[in-house]
C-alpha cells in the first residue's frame, strides 16, 4: 500500500510561482508512474502531468506548458511540480497519484493512489 503526502501549497500572486511535492512511502517507488491532478471550485478533476519511473519522460496538460515541471527523486520517494507564472485559473487543490505501468496517462482511473491534496490559491 502506498501512501501519498502532498505539500507546498499555498497563497501567490499571479505571476507568482510555486513548488509543489509529493512525498510516498509504503512501497517501492520507483517502478511508480506519477501524476498530478487537480480540482478547480466547481469543477471536475482534470489531469495537469505525468512522469515515467526514470523521470525522463513527462506529460502536460496544454494549459500548464510551459509553465509547469514536474520531476521526481526516487533516492528520497518524492515527485515534484515546479509551477511559474501562475495564473488565478490555476487556483485548485492539486493532487499526486501514482500508477503501475510503463505509460503515461491522463485518465484519472489508471491511478490506483491518491494523496489528499493541497491548496494552490492564485489572487489576481
Known amino acids: 500500500q502506498v501512501q501519498l503526502v502532498e505539500s507546498g501549497g499555498g497563497l501567490v500572486q499571479s505571476g507568482g510561482s510555486l513548488r509543489l511535492s509529493c512525498a510516498a512511502s509504503?512501497?517501492?517507488?520507483?517502478?511508480?508512474?506519477m501524476g498530478w491532478f487537480r480540482r478547480a471550485p466547481g469543477k471536475e478533476r482534470e489531469f495537469v502531468a505525468a512522469?515515467?519511473?526514470?523521470?525522463?519522460?513527462?506529460y502536460y496538460v496544454d494549459s500548464v506548458k510551459g509553465r509547469f515541471t514536474m520531476s521526481r527523486d526516487n533516492a528520497k520517494n518524492t515527485v515534484f511540480l515546479q509551477m511559474s507564472s501562475l495564473k488565478p485559473e490555476d487556483t485548485a487543490v492539486y493532487y499526486c497519484?501514482?500508477?503501475?505501468?510503463?505509460?503515461?496517462?491522463?485518465?484519472?482511473?489508471?491511478?490506483?493512489?491518491w494523496g489528499q491534496g493541497t491548496q494552490v490559491t492564485v489572487s489576481s
Open positions: 512522469i515515467n519511473w526514470s523521470g525522463s519522460s513527462t
Open positions: 497519484a501514482a500508477r503501475r505501468g510503463s505509460s503515461l496517462s491522463s485518465v484519472q482511473g489508471v491511478y490506483r493512489y
Open positions: 509504503g512501497g517501492i517507488f520507483s517502478p511508480y508512474i
